[in-house]
């Protein structure tokens, strides 16, 4: 069975900063593709950042310079790094793993706001 279960999510003011996990089970981590996505109330899914399995990363302008994704697949595991968060960034994030097959975790609640 495969699990992908986010944490770290939470409250956090404007310009903080959280680290997410994603912590995957059931798969071979160390092939698959990472993403991490968001989506807040009333909006579409967007692209968060995107990590190949070999290492390769990609961000929207909208966080490119803030966040940071990387992996360690040790732990079979995912970060994201987010720094000078704003309000904007409020949103369920979610990670996903894709090699031929996508799957998808729960998601976490980020809300920035002072």
């Known amino acids: 069975q495969v699990q992908l279960v986010e944490s770290g999510g939470g409250l956090v003011q404007p310009g903080g900063s959280l680290r997410l996990s994603c912590a995957a089970s059931?798969?071979?981590?160390?092939?698959?593709?990472m993403g991490w996505y968001r989506q807040a109330p009333g909006k579409q899914r967007e692209l968060v950042a995107t990590?190949?399995?070999?290492?390769?990363?990609n961000y929207p302008d909208s966080v490119k310079g803030r966040f940071t994704i990387s992996r360690d697949n040790a732990k079979n595991t995912v970060y994201l790094q987010m720094n000078s968060l704003k309000p904007e960034d409020t949103a369920v994030y979610s990670c996903n793993a894709r090699h031929f097959k996508v799957y998808w975790g729960q998601g976490t609640q980020v809300t920035v706001s002072s």
């Open positions: 990590i190949t399995s070999g290492g390769t990363t």
């Open positions: 059931g798969i071979i981590f160390s092939i698959q593709d």
